[in-house]
């Protein structure tokens, strides 16, 4: 069973920088793409970024210009740099694969690392 593990989160100020990494447990898992996701109390868990196998990036229109996904494939590593940041970026970041297995497409989630943007 794969696992993902985020890693990155914590407090900074408005217009900060964090840089949240996320980790496969399986060496030379190749998931078709992965996602960023974040959730705030009470709220849906809403998508914030996208990269798929072939490259393709897709953001939020909240973070656009702000957020950048990227990956290093060595690593089996995932990264959402987040510049400018803001309170309403506070929430919890989730990192998410979907992955192509003998039966069929499955969903991996990590645990989530909280972000907080506050003064």
């Known amino acids: 069973q794969v696992q993902l593990v985020e890693s990155g989160g914590g407090l900074v100020q408005p217009g900060g920088s964090l840089r949240l990494s996320c980790v496969s447990s399986?060496?030379?898992?190749?998931?078709?793409?992965m996602d960023w996701y974040r959730q705030v109390p009470g709220g849906q868990r809403e998508l914030v970024a996208t990269?798929?196998?072939?490259?393709?990036?897709n953001y939020a229109d909240s973070v656009k210009d702000r957020f950048s996904i990227s990956r290093d494939n060595a690593k089996g590593t995932v990264f959402l740099q987040m510049n400018n940041l803001k309170p309403e970026d506070s929430a919890v970041y989730y990192c998410y694969a979907r992955a192509l297995s003998s039966a069929g497409f499955r969903d991996y989630w990590g645990q989530g690392t909280q972000v907080t943007v506050s003064s």
């Open positions: 990269l798929t196998s072939d490259g393709n990036t």
């Open positions: 399986e060496r030379g898992f190749s998931p078709s793409r």
